[in-house]
């Protein structure tokens, strides 16, 4: 059986105690302030960007992780095993795919893989790949698989406020403006790569997340139960107990894993950020 690792860059939002379980490795992204960049994860957390933005009333900018960093890291990580299989972001949101994949040119054992997805939406992909791994699935087979199964990730988030999207040049003052005066919270989509705004959902933000999770579960028997995410960018406890409540009255998941998204989610949509992430069959 072959010694396959998996790994990803920092944008799968992978807890600490998940990394360890699995035994996975991220790589980071950038975090800009001004001239100052921070790795994502390592020299800089969420918090701190909301403590910036709340100071300042500007944003950071993010940037991909460097071919330099992946030849470092690929270099490290192909010397452990017999296989590497590395995730990115979608290559629809940052160049890290690209980066990463001319480094992999230098190396015979290092797959690397367009989630298409962001978040713990690359996330499922990569503890798949583990189980794949621990059943004795061989790295091309379970790389190839990866790019079918990508394409049955549903990965979507609630925005509380449109703030942080118009901050960062996502949408327009008078959108966002007039999203807040009418308490509407889109619904962020993840279909091919790109993001879409979906449904719009109107009122407090507890009821709001309870009906979204309503409209992303109810009815579906194409539900892949062997996990999903609860993934947030800082939200109060009594929202997330509210939303694993509602998931397992419409469905029966082995297991359900809340994670706090890293900085690039945090960066583009702001606090009180929540999303229900899954594979479909």
Request: charged share 30%.
């Amino acid at each position: 059986m072959e010694n396959i690792i998996i790994t990803g860059d920092s944008t799968c939002d992978l807890s600490q105690e998940l990394k360890e379980r699995y035994r996975i490795e991220t790589v980071p992204l950038y975090v800009n302030f001004g001239e100052e960049s921070r790795r994502d994860g390592v020299d800089v957390q969420p918090d701190d960007i909301y403590a910036y933005y709340n100071q300042n009333g500007k944003l950071p900018t993010t940037s991909a992780t460097t071919p330099a960093d992946y030849m470092e890291f690929f270099s490290r990580k192909a010397r452990e095993g017999d296989a590497v299989i590395h995730f990115n972001i979608s290559s629809g949101f940052s160049a890290a795919h690209n980066n990463a994949c001319l480094a992999a040119k230098e190396f015979s054992n290092v797959y690397v893989v367009d989630s298409k997805n962001l978040s713990t939406g690359t996330a499922l992909l990569m503890l798949r790949a583990c189980d794949m791994a621990k059943e004795g699935v061989p790295a091309a087979k379970i790389a190839e698989e990866m790019k079918r199964l990508r394409d049955k990730v549903r990965a979507s988030f609630i925005i509380d406020k449109l703030e942080y999207l118009w901050k960062g040049g996502r949408c327009s003052g008078i959108t966002a403006l007039g999203a807040n005066l009418l308490r509407l919270k889109p619904c962020i989509e993840v279909e091919d790569g790109n993001m879409k705004v979906g449904k719009k959902f109107r009122g407090k933000l507890g009821d709001v997340l309870e009906e979204y999770v309503e409209n992303r579960l109810k009815g579906r028997e194409d539900l892949a139960l062997d996990r999903i995410f609860i993934t947030h960018a800082g939200i109060a406890q009594e929202h997330i107990d509210r939303v694993r409540r509602k998931v397992e009255e419409f469905a029966s998941f082995h297991e359900i894993l809340v994670t706090r998204a890293g900085c690039t989610i945090s960066n583009h949509c702001g606090p009180n950020t929540l999303g229900v992430l899954f594979i479909t069959k």
